[in-house]
């Protein structure tokens, strides 16, 4: 399928399908009662992240260090399926540019995507980011050069944009390593597409590492300056034509039963992601399914509690067991407690009988009781990959005898 120069292809996926109104949302994000708990904030020597009240927005602001950065990324590194456009949509407002101040915003990390920049001179790029060759180099392409329409007024769409105001911008792709990325604004309730990135039979390899990546924006000085800010405003990532979340299934269970003592509350088996999976950063995202939890003598209450990192949890640090050299997770029995966290799903079990949740592996909706459906019902590693949130199960003695306990859990690595 060819179309002329500047034809319009608003109605067309990044595979040319026709566009429907139904596609699957793998990732939504807005600030509506404060900063969204699914985004990781990264600051290097200096500025933040503030909630801007009644504006829905998360402010980024640098201070006046010549290396100042902000990063306001999401926790999630979304799942592509090859074969279907996937489309991020991102609102924000750059403000004025200033001096030595470089802003961004797209679906990209430090090695790889596509994200949209303004340079403290004004300057506007699209930008494609890839690690293939074991270090970042980019395609850098400014607004005289975008070609599809500069968003000048001069193109097909007559859209002349205004980077002082708030912005919607649009990046889908086809990935199956050499496919087109085609970054735009939406304008008006019209996609306007500014430049395309073409790769197919152009390149000697695929365009980037991985189609995996997060929403991100990002705020930077990079010389002397008074610092500025932007505003992160309200961001998705979808997939069109489609979507089956694939991944694999692994379990674990304790060999056998631990006693607990009357009335005691313990932390049995923690799950985390490896801080690398076959030798790269370990991105993937980990779901909890199945848990089954058994008790010999007495009644006992069950809870899967959700950490933010290792240093809520006091365990062995030798005891983390690798599940298997094709698992990107490792677990821990050698438990002595936690502190904080989320309670997620939770049950009880009478004596001698064995209690738990399944979710449900046909394909069909989860059962309603449980988290599957929930943003938070994941764990993923921090912004360096050096520290998993954690997936603990806890369990509390209800009686004043003493009691052995046993459990088996099982849980989905999707990448």
Same mark, same amino acid.
Request: include cysteine; aromatic fraction near 12%; glycine fraction near 8%.
């Given at each position: 399928? !060819?179309? #002329?120069?500047?034809?319009?292809?608003?109605?067309?996926?990044?595979?040319?399908?026709?566009?429907?109104?139904?596609?699957?949302?793998?990732?939504?994000?807005?600030?509506?009662?404060?900063?969204?708990?699914?985004?990781?904030?990264? !600051?290097?020597?200096?500025?933040?992240?503030?909630?801007?009240?009644?504006?829905?927005?998360?402010?980024?602001?640098?201070?006046?260090?010549?290396?100042?950065?902000?990063?306001?990324?999401?926790?999630?590194?979304?799942?592509?399926?090859?074969?279907?456009?996937?489309?991020?949509?991102?609102?924000?407002?750059?403000?004025?540019?200033?001096?030595?101040?470089?802003?961004?915003?797209?679906?990209?990390?430090?090695?790889?995507?596509?994200?949209?920049?303004?340079?403290?001179?004004?300057?506007?790029?699209?930008?494609?980011?890839?690690?293939?060759?074991?270090?970042?180099?980019?395609?850098?392409?400014?607004?005289?050069?975008?070609?599809?329409?500069? @968003?000048?007024?001069?193109?097909?769409?007559?859209?002349?944009?205004?980077?002082?105001?708030?912005?919607?911008?649009?990046?889908?792709?086809?990935?199956?390593?050499?496919?087109?990325?085609? @970054?735009?604004?939406?304008?008006?309730?019209?996609?306007?597409?500014?430049?395309?990135?073409?790769?197919?039979?152009?390149?000697?390899?695929?365009?980037?590492?991985?189609?995996? #990546?997060?929403?991100?924006?990002?705020?930077?000085?990079?010389?002397?300056?008074?610092?500025?800010?932007?505003?992160?405003?309200?961001?998705?990532?979808?997939?069109?034509?489609?979507?089956?979340?694939?991944?694999?299934?692994?379990?674990?269970?304790?060999?056998?039963?631990?006693?607990? !003592?009357?009335?005691?509350?313990?932390?049995?088996?923690?799950?985390?992601?490896?801080?690398?999976?076959?030798?790269?950063?370990?991105?993937?995202?980990?779901?909890?399914?199945?848990?089954?939890?058994?008790?010999?003598?007495?009644?006992?209450?069950?809870? #899967?509690?959700?950490?933010?990192?290792?240093?809520?949890? $006091?365990?062995?640090?030798?005891?983390? $067991?690798?599940?298997?050299?094709?698992?990107?997770?490792?677990?821990?029995?050698?438990?002595?407690?936690?502190?904080?966290?989320?309670?997620?799903?939770?049950?009880?079990?009478?004596?001698?009988? $064995?209690?738990?949740? !399944?979710?449900?592996?046909?394909?069909?909706?989860?059962?309603?009781?449980?988290?599957?459906?929930?943003?938070?019902?994941?764990?993923?590693?921090?912004?360096?990959?050096?520290?998993?949130?954690?997936? @603990?199960?806890?369990?509390?003695?209800?009686?004043?005898?003493?009691?052995?306990?046993?459990?088996?859990?099982?849980?989905?690595?999707?990448?």
């Amino acid at each position: 399928m !060819t179309y #002329l120069f500047n034809e319009p292809v608003i109605n067309l996926d990044a595979f040319g399908r026709a566009r429907v109104s139904e596609p699957y949302t793998l990732g939504d994000y807005k600030h509506l009662y404060g900063l969204d708990p699914n985004f990781i904030d990264y !600051t290097e020597n200096g500025g933040n992240v503030t909630f801007v009240a009644h504006a829905a927005a998360a402010r980024l602001t640098t201070n006046n260090h010549a290396n100042a950065r902000v990063v306001h990324q999401t926790k999630f590194y979304h799942h592509y399926m090859p074969g279907k456009s996937q489309i991020i949509l991102s609102s924000y407002n750059f403000h004025s540019a200033t001096a030595n101040v470089t802003k961004r915003t797209g679906y990209y990390d430090d090695e790889n995507g596509v994200f949209f920049e303004q340079t403290g001179d004004g300057n506007l790029y699209f930008v494609l980011r890839s690690f293939v060759g074991g270090s970042v180099s980019e395609r850098r392409v400014s607004q005289f050069n975008w070609n599809d329409d500069r @968003c000048d007024g001069t193109g097909f769409s007559k859209f002349n944009l205004d980077i002082t105001k708030t912005q919607l911008s649009n990046f889908d792709f086809q990935w199956l390593g050499v496919g087109s990325v085609r @970054c735009g604004f939406v304008h008006q309730n019209e996609f306007v597409y500014a430049h395309t990135f073409y790769n197919s039979n152009n390149l000697a390899n695929v365009y980037m590492s991985t189609p995996n #990546l997060p929403v991100r924006c990002e705020i930077f000085n990079t010389g002397t300056t008074g610092g500025a800010f932007m505003d992160q405003i309200c961001s998705t990532v979808m997939s069109e034509g489609g979507y089956v979340e694939a991944g694999q299934d692994w379990a674990a269970h304790t060999p056998s039963l631990i006693a607990l !003592t009357a009335n005691a509350t313990k932390p049995i088996m923690a799950i985390r992601l490896k801080n690398d999976f076959r030798t790269y950063k370990n991105r993937m995202i980990v779901r909890m399914g199945g848990i089954n939890v058994f008790s010999d003598g007495q009644n006992i209450n069950w809870y #899967l509690v959700k950490l933010p990192s290792i240093a809520y949890l $006091t365990a062995n640090a030798q005891a983390w $067991t690798n599940v298997n050299t094709n698992s990107g997770i490792e677990y821990n029995l050698d438990l002595t407690s936690h502190t904080d966290g989320e309670e997620i799903d939770g049950g009880f079990v009478a004596a001698t009988t $064995t209690g738990g949740s !399944t979710i449900n592996k046909t394909g069909g909706a989860p059962a309603s009781n449980l988290p599957s459906t929930a943003k938070k019902n994941y764990i993923v590693q921090n912004f360096n990959s050096s520290n998993s949130e954690i997936f @603990c199960i806890v369990v509390k003695n209800l009686t004043n005898s003493s009691t052995n306990v046993g459990m088996a859990i099982q849980w989905r690595e999707i990448y």
